[in-house]
């Protein structure tokens, strides 16, 4: 499954904002995903914030197997930070 977008913003590094868009996509559309990144009590932390293209759906994006792909993404970061 091949995946594209286009990166809104880079506030390094605190905050990532991007486009997602799927070319077998479980849902319609594209995405706005921004991720904060921070730090509480020495401990990294990361909040991800995933809106839809207007009309899109809720159900099927609900049902996406984030589970299985979120650990390959942190485990990513310390190759850049």
Known sequence: MGVGGVYREIARPERLSHTEKFDMAWYPG???ITTVLSERGGT??????AKRVAGARRGPAC???????????YN???LYY
Request: net charge neutral.
């Open 30 to 32: 594209e995405a706005l």
């Open 44 to 49: 990294p932390r990361s909040e991800d914030l």
């Open 63 to 73: 049902a996406a197997p984030y589970a299985l792909s979120m650990p390959l993404r």
């Open 76 to 78: 990513r970061w310390g």
